[in-house]
């Protein structure tokens, strides 16, 4: 129903910056999106929610995130975008774009997308 196609990602010296971008396809008819996010995963570590952000402009962050990094949504193009700036080794990992929504009174699901690499390093 949902495909999230992320871009963006890439090797980045510390301190510099980078923005991802996913964009949603929905295929089908009365299906609304209602949570955009990102989450991340690092070799050996746990997948951790990066930001989200509600179809009416809420947004959440990870604290090791906040006042970095910044996302924002297109809702009329189903698109979420993640700034992402003052980069540390530590930002280093794979993100995944992530999706939740239903069609029309359903059940919520989940989507994500295939993850796109984010390196930090000199």
């Known amino acids: 129903q949902v495909q999230l196609v992320e871009s963006g990602g890439g090797l980045v010296q510390p301190g510099g910056s980078l923005r991802l971008s996913c964009a949603a396809s929905?295929?089908?008819?009365?299906?609304?999106?209602?949570?955009m996010g990102w989450y991340r995963q690092a070799p050996g570590k746990q997948r951790e929610l990066v930001a989200a952000?509600?179809?009416?402009?809420?947004?959440n962050y990870a604290d090791s995130v906040k006042g970095r990094f910044t996302i924002s949504r297109n809702n009329a193009r189903n698109t979420v975008y993640l700034q992402m700036n003052s980069l540390s080794p530590e930002d280093t990992a794979d993100y995944l774009c992530?999706?939740?929504?239903?069609?029309?009174?359903?059940?919520?699901?989940?989507?994500w997308g295939q993850g796109t690499q984010v390196t930090v390093s000199s």
């Open positions: 929905v295929s089908v008819s009365r299906f609304n999106i209602n949570t």
């Open positions: 992530h999706a939740r929504g239903r069609t029309g009174l359903g059940p919520m699901d989940d989507y």
């Open positions: 952000i509600t179809s009416s402009g809420s947004t």
